[in-house]
């Protein structure tokens, strides 16, 4: 069974730019979390999704950052523009029946200059 | 305010004898606590859990303990093999419709052969 995907695996951009992460997450799988995980600390939920619907979205900065997930399968986070402090892993997650084990993604590390 | 602690952040263990990680909380109202795996460059994986209704759940090697008088839960790793070095977050949730994960920062686990 495959994992969680995630692209691109590293993306350096200058402060001030739109930059954009993609996720596919574990098939059959659907329930769909975005975490961001700064250095030295645990992952930090971003935004939830159940199918295509964002349940959770408390912990998301609106005012740069979006996210959606068309047809409930694959998911898109956004920033724009990006600011020096989102360098950061953004994290992508995926659960089924035990919304409590999720399978994490590889992450994408952002750097922002 | 950090609600999951991990008030340790690296132990070096030697091969084959245990390791104790430790693990610290606030909020009671959590009631399902897990431990997840990090190696560099990849994402969490999940490893074992427990529910405030149990006081030991044990897979193998490994063994969380949970003390709910005293908010603590710790994992063992009998015995501690090299391929155990990584790092470990605690992480909590408050059970119910609530899919939140609040991750502790993390202990660096190194096993010496």
């Known amino acids: 069974e495959a994992g969680v995907v995630q692209s691109p695996r590293y993306k350096i951009i200058e402060k001030k730019q739109p930059v954009a992460f993609w996720c596919n997450p574990i098939s059959g799988h659907n329930t769909l979390y975005w975490y961001l995980q700064n250095l030295g600390q645990g992952p930090e939920l971003l935004i939830r999704?159940?199918?295509?619907?964002?349940?959770?979205d408390s912990q998301l900065p609106k005012d740069r950052f979006s996210a959606e997930r068309l047809k409930g399968v694959d998911s898109t986070l956004k920033i724009q523009p990006a600011e020096l402090g989102d360098s950061a892993v953004y994290l992508c997650?995926?659960?089924?029946?035990?919304?409590?084990?999720?399978?994490f993604g590889p992450g994408t590390r952002l750097t922002v200059t | 305010d950090q609600q999951v602690k991990q008030n340790s952040p690296s132990l070096s263990v030697q091969e084959g004898r245990i390791s104790i990680l430790n693990c610290d909380y606030t909020n009671s109202m959590f009631d399902y606590f897990l431990w997840y795996k990090k190696y560099p460059a990849e994402g969490p994986t999940f490893l074992i859990s427990i529910s405030s209704i149990k006081d030991k759940n044990e897979d193998g090697r490994f063994t969380v303990f949970l003390n709910k008088s005293a908010k603590h839960l710790s994992l063992h790793i009998v015995p501690s093999q090299p391929g155990d070095s990584a790092v470990y977050f605690c992480a909590a949730s408050e059970g119910g419709s609530n899919y939140k994960l609040t991750f502790g920062k993390g202990t660096l686990l190194t096993v010496n052969p």
């Open positions: 997650a995926s659960s089924h029946n035990s919304p409590h084990e999720q399978y």
């Open positions: 999704y159940e199918n295509e619907e964002a349940v959770d």
